[in-house]
Every structure is written in structure tokens, then in C-alpha cells.
């Protein structure tokens, strides 16, 4: 079939694209309503090179959706363009591994895998929409976990310097609390003529580990006093949760995204969060496995939302006695109240 004919079968029945993204480049690929690929086409990853790339689609055709790889990253600025010009943009994967070692590896090939997953509807993900307060409290969390890592490292850099230590230096410090030692090191006073000896050299390194974990705790207060009015004003009713905090409800904010209407059952956010069992059944045996998927941060968040109540809610620890008694284990327990909490956050997130 020659490329003429194949045009004019697009301009008959539509088209559907497909995106490779990364940071500089984009490429595109094309294929009509039976999957045979029309051609494929690079275009610079700038706003001039968006509405090259749709118009290069659309000149097959009428475009019925574009199949987006990395539409969180290197696609953003597309996903963006393409939704504000009335585009389906559907969200892909890059391909497995047993694809790309039949098929090999390349821009051409990850941009046509695309299109054919946004044809087929075996990907049927609408992107997060990254332009409101959401997008933005997802910019202050990141910065709020770097800092918290970096603390979190500096008290183990701390107590590595402490094992090494010359007396009586290690004496003095190795029995304190972490608040203690943080006091202690900050407050300490080498003597800048003598540091060539290991204790003087000691004392300067914990005295600058210990001022950098306190510069990064007044970073930390700076952003909760950011955070927490912002997730108060986008969903105050997932405050109003039992275990629910500025940080965990901030954690589910992001991951829901702006749009979270993109999420079409509880059952499809449980499985985003990672808290869908999972069979695991085969003959005889009938049960399910741990799902090690989806969103681990707001895993974690729901985690602690059940660490919160198993201690102070008395209905969840009732159901914690009651299937405990029923034979199952505590960790099965906690994966069964994680499940029945994300219905619970479904709802407050998605019903205004």
C-alpha cells in the first residue's frame, strides 16, 4: 500500500499518534486505525516544536488520541500543549523488556510501541494535569524530602565520625540522644591552630555536621508553614480524617494530581497506592500475595495512617482482635486495613 493510500485512509477514518519524549527531543509516530505505521518524524522538545509535532499528526488525519511516554517528565511540556489544544492524550509505558529484546531499541520504535498501545487500549491512563496549587505543593514536598534525607544523613555521618573517635571526645558523646548530640556537637569549639590533630579535626566536622542537620530542620518548619495552609485550602476534608496530617494528606494530594476524576474506581487508586492484593491462586490453592506496585510514597502514607490508628482509633484495633482471632497475622491485617482505607481516601478525594 503506498504512502498516498495510507493518507487517505487516515483523512477517512483517523489516525493515532504516538510520542517518544526525552530532554531535547521528541519523536512522533503514526498509524491508521489497523495499525500499519504511516511514517515517524523528530521534532525539537520546545513550544515550536509542539505545534510542529500536532501538526504533523494531523496532516494524516483526524488525530482520535496520541500515546504520551513520560508525560511526568521530558513529556510534560507536551502532555500540557496537547490537552490544552483538545487532544486525548493517553498515558504510556516504556516497553517491557521482552518487546524491546524481539524488536529492538529505538526513538523511532519506542514512538510507534506507543501509538499502537494508545490503538490497542491496553494503556487507557489520562495524564496528571501539572498547572494548579496540587502541581505546586508537589514542589514544595520535594524539597521538604530532600531536606529531611540530608538530615536524616547527617546523624548517621555523625555517629560514623562518633565510632572513631579519639578519647575522651567519644566518651562525652556516645551515649547521648540524637537531640542531645545535636546540642552538644553544635556547641562544640575546636581550635583552628591545632586541627591537624585527630581530635581537633574531629570536633570542626561534627560542629559542621551538626550545624548544617540544624540550618536543615529551619528549612523544614519554613516549608510546613508553606505546606500546610496550601493542602488545607485544596482538600480540607482529607484533614478531617482520624491519621490524617499535613504530610500524609500531602502526599495523597500529589499523588491523586489535579485531576484526580482521571481515577475511575477506588479499586483503580488502590492499586495506584500499591495496596490491591494481588493473586497469587493456582489449583487448590486459593490466595493473594503482597502487591509491591504502584505509588510507594503514598503506601507509606497509608501505612501510617493504619500505625496511627491501630493505636488510637478503638473500631480499628476491634477489627485487628477480630481477624487476628480468625487466624490471620498481624502484617495480613495491615494490608486488609490499608485496602479498606484507601476506599475511605478515594472518596474524600475525589467527592468536592
Not at 7 to 28: E, F, K, N, P, S
Not at 86 to 107: F, H, L
Not at 314 to 332: F, Q
Request: aromatic fraction near 4%.
Amino acid at each position: 500500500m503506498t504512502t498516498m493510500t495510507r493518507t487517505r485512509i487516515g483523512l477517512q477514518y483517523g489516525v493515532i499518534g504516538g510520542v517518544d519524549t526525552h530532554r531535547d527531543t521528541h519523536t512522533a509516530a503514526v498509524i491508521d486505525p489497523v495499525g500499519r505505521l504511516l511514517d515517524h518524524h523528530t521534532f525539537g522538545a520546545s513550544p515550536a516544536g509542539y505545534r510542529r509535532l500536532l501538526a504533523w499528526l494531523q496532516s494524516f488525519g483526524t488525530v482520535q488520541r496520541i500515546g504520551v511516554e513520560g508525560t511526568g517528565a521530558y513529556g510534560n511540556g507536551l502532555t500540557n500543549y496537547l490537552t490544552g489544544q483538545g487532544m486525548t492524550v493517553i498515558e504510556v509505558d516504556r516497553p517491557d523488556r521482552k518487546t524491546r529484546r524481539s524488536a529492538g531499541k529505538s526513538d523511532p520504535i519506542d514512538a510507534e510501541a506507543a501509538a499502537r498501545a494508545a490503538a490497542s487500549g491496553t494503556r487507557t491512563g489520562t495524564p496528571k494535569t501539572r498547572t494548579g496549587d496540587v502541581e505546586a505543593l508537589r514542589n514544595l514536598r520535594v524539597a521538604r524530602r530532600c531536606a529531611i534525607s540530608h538530615r536524616a544523613d547527617c546523624i548517621r555521618r555523625i555517629k560514623t565520625l562518633l565510632v572513631t573517635a579519639p578519647e575522651p571526645l567519644r566518651g562525652q558523646l556516645r551515649h547521648l540522644s540524637a537531640r542531645e548530640l545535636i546540642a552538644t556537637c553544635a556547641a562544640l569549639r575546636p581550635d583552628p591552630a591545632r586541627v591537624s590533630r585527630p581530635d581537633q579535626a574531629a570536633k570542626a566536622a561534627l560542629r559542621s555536621l551538626a550545624s548544617h542537620h540544624n540550618h536543615l530542620t529551619e528549612q523544614i518548619a519554613e516549608l510546613d508553614t508553606l505546606i500546610q495552609p496550601l493542602v488545607t485550602a485544596i482538600n480540607p476534608r482529607l484533614l478531617e480524617l482520624n491519621g490524617v496530617g499535613a504530610d500524609v494528606a500531602g502526599q495523597l494530594l500529589v499523588t491523586a494530581g489535579q485531576n484526580p476524576d482521571r481515577i475511575r474506581s477506588e479499586a483503580a487508586f488502590a492499586m495506584l497506592c500499591g495496596v490491591a492484593p494481588i493473586p497469587a491462586s493456582s489449583g487448590q490453592t486459593h490466595r493473594h500475595r503482597l502487591n509491591r506496585g504502584g505509588d510507594r510514597q503514598a503506601n507509606s502514607a497509608i501505612h501510617r495512617i493504619v500505625i496511627c490508628r491501630l493505636r488510637w482509633d478503638p473500631r480499628t484495633r476491634a477489627y485487628m482482635t477480630r481477624r487476628t482471632t480468625e487466624g490471620l497475622s498481624k502484617k495480613d491485617v495491615i494490608r486488609c486495613l490499608k485496602r479498606l482505607i484507601a476506599r475511605e481516601l478515594y472518596y474524600a478525594l475525589t467527592t468536592t
